[in-house]
């Protein structure tokens, strides 16, 4: 495989890059910054406007055959709560665009891996659910909205494309930082052992290890699968207080929790069949594990 992946420095792809160098693929970053110290080569690319002529050249030359779009923004402050956000539009949206006007224009004709998200099913359940890729989309935040115009895009373009949808759900593993829930609460539990305040402990999720994810990314971008969606997920439910009473044993500490919006609340969760059956992928690294590597 011959790949570029755009989004370079984002955590994912830091992983996949890895993975697909492992497996002896040749890769490409592209990254929005020249001012990075790479171990794979990269091109400079901001996806809100389409890629300039000489870049277009560059990526010419490196004859790519998959090209794994995961350049994005996710954090629901900057995306909108409701719609799509202006930011959100230009790099979710049309920043996608300007990645199948690539995939067009390269005469390799590449297949084009997006990765998508379990937020185009929208954030709430009833109860614990697993949704297959078949049910309607009900996205409810600007986000999950724009992911799926971007679905859209791909399919609109579909005559001249060889495209694969993969519905990423949760995941955390080595390297994740920001926000989100698993580097959130380990930063809380080293720095503030005695009492920290958290959004739910009583949420049901669906988390995996990206190291998982980035080798079903790799196994589903192949031409037979064309066209197809893929959810990529653990395929299981897991209490968000499971993940912190895990942390903290590992840890080896006990603290006061509070909880800022206390209640049950249920994520979707995926249902994996479609991928196990075409590709025999599992998610083989357990939660325990996942989280005993972030804290190394």
Same mark, same amino acid.
């Given at each position: ?11 994912? +792809? ?34 809100? =406007? ?39 539009? =230009? ?46 989309? =009900? ?17 609109? *373009? ?7 949808? =993969? ?10 930082s920001g926000s ?14 005695? *009492? ?19 080798? +079903? ?10 066209s197809q969606t ?15 009473e895990i942390l ?49």
């Open positions: 495989m011959r790949a570029i992946i755009t989004g370079g420095l984002g955590f994912v +792809a830091q992983h996949l890059a890895q993975h697909l160098s492992d497996c002896g693929d040749d890769v490409l970053l592209t990254l929005r910054t020249d001012d990075c110290n790479c171990q794979f080569p990269t091109l400079h690319w901001d996806i809100t =406007a389409p890629m300039d002529p000489p870049t277009v050249r560059a990526a010419e030359q490196f004859k790519p055959d998959t090209i794994f779009h995961l350049a994005a923004i996710s954090t629901r402050d900057i995306c909108g709560s409701s719609e799509p956000s202006a930011a959100a539009m =230009a790099v979710n949206v049309q920043g996608t665009q300007h990645v199948i006007d690539l995939c067009k224009s390269l005469s390799t004709k590449p297949l084009l891996l997006f990765s998508s998200s379990i937020y185009v099913y929208g954030s709430r359940r009833p109860v614990v659910e697993n949704v297959n890729e078949n049910i309607s989309p =009900a996205p409810d935040n600007g986000y999950g909205v724009s992911k799926l115009l971007a679905e859209q895009l791909l399919r609109s *373009n579909a005559s001249h494309l060889q495209w694969v949808i =993969a519905r990423s759900f949760q995941h955390s593993g080595p390297g994740q989100l829930l698993v580097p959130d609460w380990i930063s809380k539990l080293q720095h503030r052992p005695n *009492n920290i305040t958290v959004g739910n402990l009583n949420t049901w999720i669906d988390i995996s290890d990206v190291r998982d994810v980035v080798r +079903a990314y790799r196994l589903i971008a192949q031409p037979q699968f064309n893929f959810n990529v997920g653990s395929g299981k439910a897991t209490r968000s207080g499971e993940v912190m903290q044993n590992l840890i080896g500490t006990r603290c006061e929790i509070e909880e800022l919006q206390p209640g049950t609340h249920y994520l979707p969760i995926a249902d994996i069949s479609h991928i196990t059956r075409q590709t025999n992928w599992i998610p083989t690294i357990s939660i325990t594990q996942m989280l005993r590597d972030c804290l190394e």
